[in-house]
């Protein structure tokens, strides 16, 4: 649930928004992430108008309620201002009609008032509440991001995840999230992954305890965000499990609704894992530039079994 007073607490000063009037309408629940100018909705055309959605008024509305007397602009107002409106904003800093106040006062509707105009407050507003009602979940694994592409290791506890980013981390490669991975579907299309503000730029290292990678590596090899690009799971090896050696099978997993590529890479002593995760995401990479290694592997050997048969059908032609 996501409220009025959440959002004004969050991003008031950054809007720079000031409150006039239904201070007790705080708690209002804010139920859409789509804000509304109310335009033809003043003039008596309702039709595909939703309540629901916080308004910006703007010198627009203003002057053109301004033409008419107090019973009617009060009849105007009433008709777009429901117990489900969660908010009203003013731009530009205008003074709001005095009937405006009134109603927002007595339905306990927040009426604020702001000095960007109403194009940066549509926008602007919109963005943020689009990221706060944007589909989120929470997974255990650590983020990097490794020649670009966001790479999330996970795997069981204790399996070498932290001490594999650790490595990533000495060569270069820069750290999103240890541990806790908040990931994040935006526009519907793409997932992003950060880190809680309580351990950003934080691991725990079993035998070390906690460390700041922004201090010990510098502020280079941390960043607060990152699109997630592909998963790996590490898991110690086991002789009994078959391992793709060639790679034509390409596997998938499912985060929010999203399929991200997903790789299994098993750990054992003598197998240089920060090395494995550079190869993995070069290699993904080279696939997103139309370069696949295995299936053009797999063409040449289609080709050259094709030749051989064709060479023996000409042999046993001529015997």
Request: charged share 25%; glycine share 8%; aromatic share 8%.
């Given at each position: 649930?996501?409220?009025?007073?959440t959002f004004y607490e969050q991003h008031g000063r950054y809007l720079g928004l000031e409150l006039l009037a239904g201070r007790a309408?705080?708690?209002?629940?804010?139920?859409?992430?789509?804000?509304?100018?109310p335009g033809l909705s003043l003039a008596g055309y309702l039709k595909g108008f939703v309540t629901a959605r916080i308004l910006v008024v703007s010198r627009q509305e203003i002057e053109y309620l301004k033409a008419f007397d107090s019973k009617l602009r009060m009849q105007r107002l009433q008709s777009?201002?429901?117990?489900?409106?969660?908010a009203v904003i003013v731009a530009r800093g205008y003074r709001p009609p005095k009937?405006?106040?009134?109603?927002?006062?007595?339905?306990h509707i927040p009426l604020f008032r702001a000095h960007?105009?109403?194009?940066?407050?549509?926008?602007?507003?919109t963005f943020l509440l689009l990221e706060e009602f944007c589909p989120k979940v929470t997974l255990h694994?650590?983020?990097?991001?490794?020649?670009?592409?966001?790479?999330?290791?996970?795997?069981?506890?204790s399996v070498g995840k932290s001490e594999a980013a650790l490595g990533l981390i000495e060569r270069g490669h820069r750290l999103i999230s240890d541990d806790v991975v908040r990931v994040k579907k935006k526009e519907a299309s793409y997932l992003v992954g950060s880190g809680p503000e309580l351990t950003r730029h934080l691991m725990e290292i079993r035998g070390i305890g906690i460390i700041n990678v922004a201090h010990l590596y510098g502020a280079v090899c941390v960043r607060p965000d990152k699109e997630i690009d592909?998963?790996?799971k590490l898991e110690e090896w086991d002789d009994q499990?078959?391992?793709?050696?060639?790679?034509?099978?390409?596997k998938f997993i499912d985060i929010l609704g999203s399929s991200v590529p997903y790789h299994i890479l098993p750990v054992k002593p003598g197998r240089d894992v920060v090395l494995l995760l550079e190869t993995i995401a070069l290699n993904h990479r080279l696939k997103g530039m139309g370069y696949n290694s295995a299936k053009e592997f797999n063409v040449k050997l289609l080709e050259t079994i094709s030749r051989r048969q064709k060479k023996r059908v000409l042999r046993e032609s001529h015997a």
């Amino acid at each position: 649930m996501y409220f009025v007073q959440t959002f004004y607490e969050q991003h008031g000063r950054y809007l720079g928004l000031e409150l006039l009037a239904g201070r007790a309408g705080m708690q209002k629940r804010i139920h859409k992430a789509e804000v509304h100018r109310p335009g033809l909705s003043l003039a008596g055309y309702l039709k595909g108008f939703v309540t629901a959605r916080i308004l910006v008024v703007s010198r627009q509305e203003i002057e053109y309620l301004k033409a008419f007397d107090s019973k009617l602009r009060m009849q105007r107002l009433q008709s777009i201002l429901t117990p489900s409106t969660p908010a009203v904003i003013v731009a530009r800093g205008y003074r709001p009609p005095k009937e405006l106040m009134l109603l927002c006062e007595k339905g306990h509707i927040p009426l604020f008032r702001a000095h960007a105009t109403a194009t940066h407050l549509l926008s602007q507003v919109t963005f943020l509440l689009l990221e706060e009602f944007c589909p989120k979940v929470t997974l255990h694994g650590t983020l990097v991001e490794v020649f670009g592409v966001g790479v999330l290791i996970q795997g069981q506890s204790s399996v070498g995840k932290s001490e594999a980013a650790l490595g990533l981390i000495e060569r270069g490669h820069r750290l999103i999230s240890d541990d806790v991975v908040r990931v994040k579907k935006k526009e519907a299309s793409y997932l992003v992954g950060s880190g809680p503000e309580l351990t950003r730029h934080l691991m725990e290292i079993r035998g070390i305890g906690i460390i700041n990678v922004a201090h010990l590596y510098g502020a280079v090899c941390v960043r607060p965000d990152k699109e997630i690009d592909i998963v790996v799971k590490l898991e110690e090896w086991d002789d009994q499990h078959f391992y793709d050696r060639v790679g034509l099978d390409e596997k998938f997993i499912d985060i929010l609704g999203s399929s991200v590529p997903y790789h299994i890479l098993p750990v054992k002593p003598g197998r240089d894992v920060v090395l494995l995760l550079e190869t993995i995401a070069l290699n993904h990479r080279l696939k997103g530039m139309g370069y696949n290694s295995a299936k053009e592997f797999n063409v040449k050997l289609l080709e050259t079994i094709s030749r051989r048969q064709k060479k023996r059908v000409l042999r046993e032609s001529h015997a």
